[in-house]
């Protein structure tokens, strides 16, 4: 009699503990998402609780998301939101969401430093990838204490910058970044490369500045080693460099296709028609090709060069400047023809 009661008692408690079971499965560890592929979440430091939610709701299911808070609630997450870019599989049930946000397990990103001409717009690039913001960025970049740390100033600070693709973290700070940078930076600068540097006289800032120069003059790589060797050849000479990507520097004017006398009278350090030797910092984050074109510079006795008339991109070089003026007439009756002015 006592066994047929306690059966009377076992069989609805099971199936209530089976309830509750596959309830708790049905909220916790089916899959969260509804979509099929991969998604990523970015919280930053404006968000909290109710905004994470606006924007996982559109990512996962009803009961998902009710099982999501839940968690939230009975472990006090909504007091800790964690930054960073999370990213959801496909297959990753509610529980597993809810660890790797509470634990702040973020995927890095690869970001990509660009060939940017100033810091403002180095500032405004990296903006769209991190979630450090322009103004911090620029603020930091264009400030005299900040670059000092780093051991710059705000002219050669675009010199740290060495333009490969790099795993981040999102929401790195601007100072974790920016030691970064130092690290890649020096990494970059082999014993072998600093050694080449050695031997032109030059010191790493000076090979950047250089290279960035020649980067502006040509795209064309196979070309840069040729004008690195013009380049060297006049500072050696003491003669100004002479070189319209600084003037259009000094003028903040990008979108010049041509210049004229009246744009050499600018005044300002950056203008090699005015000044000899190389400018106070580079004039763009200098590409790799161009670092070590300037370092693997062919050694020639040109001084002069000026743009092919075919518009290929290519130049043509003179030791005279006789010699010189001819290339260049060349090219000024082909830019007249085509009505570039």
Not at 187 to 216: H, Y
Not at 255 to 281: M, Q, W
Not at 316 to 334: P, V
Request: one cysteine or more.
């Amino acid at each position: 009699m006592k066994r047929n009661k306690a059966k009377y008692y076992l069989i609805p408690a099971i199936a209530c503990l089976a309830g509750i079971v596959a309830i708790g499965y049905f909220y916790f560890f089916t899959t969260f998402l509804t979509l099929k592929e991969k998604q990523y979440v970015y919280i930053d430091d404006d968000d909290t609780v109710d905004s994470v939610y606006a924007k996982l709701e559109p990512l996962s299911s009803h009961h998902a998301m009710t099982g999501f808070r839940t968690l939230i609630r009975h472990f006090n997450s909504d007091e800790k939101i964690r930054t960073g870019r999370y990213a959801i599989e496909p297959g990753m049930n509610t529980v597993n969401t809810f660890r790797m946000i509470r634990n702040g397990q973020q995927e890095p990103i690869m970001l990509t430093i660009p060939e940017c001409r100033t810091m403002e717009q180095m500032a405004a690039r990296l903006s769209g990838k991190l979630m450090i913001d322009s103004t911090t960025i620029a603020n930091a970049l264009t400030d005299k204490a900040f670059c000092q740390q780093l051991g710059y100033d705000t002219c050669t600070i675009a010199c740290i910058f060495v333009p490969n693709t790099y795993e981040v973290y999102w929401n790195t700070s601007i100072d974790k970044f920016m030691s970064r940078m130092v690290k890649e930076h020096d990494k970059f600068w082999t014993s072998e490369r600093k050694q080449k540097a050695n031997d032109l006289g030059l010191s790493a800032n000076e090979v950047c500045t250089l290279a960035s120069i020649i980067d502006e003059e040509t795209a064309n790589n196979s070309e840069k080693p040729m004008i690195a060797g013009m380049y060297l050849n006049r500072l050696r000479i003491n003669m100004p460099l002479q070189a319209d990507p600084t003037v259009k520097f000094a003028l903040k004017d990008f979108a010049l296709k041509r210049i004229y006398h009246n744009h050499l009278e600018v005044k300002s350090p950056y203008n090699t028609y005015k000044n000899t030797g190389l400018p106070p910092g580079p004039i763009k984050v200098a590409s790799i090709q161009g670092i070590d074109a300037v370092l693997n510079r062919v050694a020639h006795n040109y001084i002069y060069m000026c743009a092919k008339e075919d518009f290929s991109g290519t130049h043509n070089f003179a030791s005279s400047y006789e010699e010189h003026l001819k290339n260049a007439a060349r090219y000024s009756k082909a830019l007249n023809e085509r009505g570039i002015k």
